[in-house]
């Protein structure tokens, strides 16, 4: 059985060491992985503090039926 969180990681890695060796930027960067970070946080503090919260740069929470 293969475990998807070490296959994966194993390919991200894999993938940047390629990239290093290749000149390139990798498939996953640094903001990308920011990015899922600021996500999962907001989503611990929404649960934490029961509201929304806005993710990313200029997010607005919105309220009401045409939100």
């Known amino acids: 059985r293969v475990d998807p969180t070490v296959h994966y990681h194993g390919?991200?890695?894999a993938?940047?060491?390629?990239a290093a060796r290749e000149g390139?930027?990798?498939a996953v960067t640094g903001d990308d992985g920011r990015a899922v970070v600021?996500?999962?946080t907001a989503i611990y503090q929404s649960c934490?503090?029961?509201?929304?919260?806005?993710v990313g740069?200029?997010?607005e929470v919105r309220d009401g039926p045409d939100a």
């Open 38 to 40: 600021e996500l999962f």
């Open 48 to 54: 934490r503090d029961r509201r929304p919260v806005a």
């Open 11 to 13: 390919l991200q890695i």
């Open 24 to 26: 390139r930027p990798p």
């Open 15 to 18: 993938d940047f060491l390629r």
């Open 57 to 59: 740069v200029g997010c």
